[in-house]
């Protein structure tokens, strides 16, 4: 334990080092610009989640529109991002640099976006998307310590939250609407946790019916195989999650500080449906590194307890230790009798359902929550990561 714990701090002044992680931008709901008797009678919602950094966003939606024929401008909030590493520079055209592939088709017709810098919202009141002046605004030195803000340029002093506007001009047709959006924006991460992808859901509340008459939210996994979870919400316990795709399953578990959904997920979709649907908060889809390092339980500290494709270092904490020629992996030794070697090397066959005839190993894996076996796995290795390649060979028994 002396050794696992010490591993766990090593890698936490690693991840600290780096400023505690870094927020890109969360997704976001299109909102109306002004008062409107347009109502969202359905909306698609899907999340795509891969091993590329990236999320992308599908939101499929259906507005009534309960007056005569009318134009009216709508809009889309995009929150400047914290990045302490200071990659994330400031765009003065008003599109997020870390939001690509930004379209709307309304009524099968592709609309023209139009983007500029407003001031960010709060909680208190939300974005108004008047332009900010930037002969007023500037981006901050380097000297400054005002990530996320923008100074006056006349008074250091004074600062302000900002956010980057996409509005788009809408041409609502009496009855039914229907509204094509997509986007894809990078994944946030942060002191031991592998990927955020954070979506805010409440400004939906601002169109004329205050909620989503028919909601429908998907999270799909394309190519790939992820652990996520979702902090368990009051507000999802009006339905219940399904996998409506692919292979995967979920279930809800406690730690110190909360409930959360966790899901294990290969090639598919789980789907959580509710009719008149009013939204009271926000939600991210998180990696659990975190939450399973402090949750209780014999199976807490087992290797491979969260494994992901895509990380650069494949191996749990508990097998690196630094020395004196710096950071290395260490596979000495057994668990549940087993070589760690033995493990680690498997772990790559095991995330695409590989089905072990060796008993040992069988249970093994069948103890680790993301495992889903597959008999039908052909052992295909063409989509092992140059990674797991490296995994395998550095923990081939001698």
């Given at each position: ?87 994330s ?66 008074d ?6 900002y ?109 959580w ?18 939450l ?57 066959y ?10 040992k ?38």
């Open positions: 334990m002396k050794f696992l714990t010490t591993s766990f701090l090593w890698i936490l002044a690693i991840l600290a080092s780096a400023n505690d992680g870094v927020y890109y931008v969360s997704g976001n709901q299109i909102v109306p610009l002004q008062e409107t008797d347009v109502a969202v009678t359905k909306e698609v919602l899907t999340i795509t989640i891969g091993d590329d950094e990236f999320a992308r966003v599908d939101v499929q939606y259906e507005f009534t529109n309960r007056g005569k024929a009318k134009s009216m401008d709508v809009g889309f909030e995009a929150t400047g991002p914290y990045d302490p590493a200071g990659e520079r400031f765009n003065k055209s008003g599109k997020h640099p870390h939001i690509f592939d930004f379209t709307v088709e309304m009524n099968g017709q592709e609309l023209p976006i139009r983007n500029y810098v407003i001031r960010e919202s709060s909680e208190e009141e939300a974005a108004d998307f008047v332009p900010l002046d930037l002969n007023v605004w500037r981006e901050p030195t380097a000297e400054e310590d005002y990530l996320g803000n923008l100074v006056n340029r006349k250091p002093d004074e600062i302000v939250n956010a980057y506007a996409y509005c788009f001009k809408a041409n609502f047709k009496e009855g039914k609407n229907v509204v094509h959006h997509t986007y894809r924006y990078r994944m946030s991460s942060a002191v031991y946790q592998s990927f955020s992808v954070p979506y805010w859901l409440k400004p939906a509340m601002r169109w004329a019916n205050h909620q989503i008459d028919d909601f429908t939210l998907r999270i799909k996994v394309d190519k790939t195989a992820k652990q996520f979870c979702i902090e368990n919400d009051d507000m999802w316990k009006a339905a219940q999650w399904r996998v409506a795709e692919g292979a995967g399953k979920v279930h809800t578990l406690k730690n110190e500080w909360t409930e959360y959904y966790e899901f294990s997920l290969r090639n598919g979709i789980v789907e449906h509710a009719k008149n649907f009013r939204p009271t908060s926000d939600f991210t889809i998180t990696s659990p590194e975190n399973l390092f402090y949750r209780d339980g014999d199976n807490s500290m087992k290797l491979g307890r969260y494994y992901d494709r895509s990380l650069t270092y494949l191996l749990p904490f508990e097998m690196m230790q630094e020395t004196d020629d710096g950071a290395r992996f260490l596979y000495d030794g057994t668990t549940d009798g087993i070589p760690n070697k033995r493990i680690l090397r498997n772990l790559p095991a995330h695409r359902g590989y089905v072990f005839k060796d008993q190993l069988a249970a093994y894996f069948k103890s680790l929550w993301w495992y889903m076996p597959d008999p039908n796995w052909q052992q295909d290795t063409s989509d092992f990561t140059e990674e797991e390649w490296k995994l395998i060979r550095e923990a081939k028994e001698e």
